[in-house]
Nanobody, 124 residues
Framework: QVQLVESGGGLVQAGGSLRLSCAAS????????MGWFRQAPGKEREFVAA????????HYADSVKGRFAISRDYAGNTVYLQMNSLKPDDTAVYYC?????????????????WGQGTQVTVSS
């Protein structure tokens, strides 16, 4: 049973930084891609970033490119999202997700497993 547990959310002022973590368990993830999505109040869930677990290739939404960085601890089964220069528009619940088929993809339906989410609030 795959489990994804996010942590690291919180309240931060605009311009600040946070690092989200996603602890993955239940199987070997070397063939997977891992993604971060977010959902703001009243909006649909949207893609933020993704990484291929084995090769480390990444992809970012245009809205976070240059500010956010996704990485993984290969041995520790943990995926990170370093968020810098945060803006009030980044306020959302952030979800970690796992895609069994590896290529980095941006659509929700490509992902098979989801965490419970962690709240990020950026004050102006």
């Amino acid at each position: 049973q795959v489990q994804l547990v996010e942590s690291g959310g919180g309240l931060v002022q605009a311009g600040g930084s946070l690092r989200l973590s996603c602890a993955a368990s239940g199987r070997t993830f070397s063939g997977y891609a891992m993604g971060w999505f977010r959902q703001a109040p009243g909006k649909e869930r949207e893609f933020v970033a993704a990484i291929n677990w084995y090769y480390g290739s990444t992809h970012y939404a245009d809205s976070v490119k240059g500010r956010f960085a996704i990485s993984r601890d290969y041995a520790g089964n943990t995926v990170y999202l370093q968020m810098n220069s945060l803006k009030p528009d980044d306020t959302a619940v952030y979800y970690c997700a796992a895609d069994r088929f590896g290529p980095v993809r941006t659509t929700e339906r490509a992902y098979d497993y989801w965490g419970q989410g962690t709240q990020v609030t950026v004050s102006s």
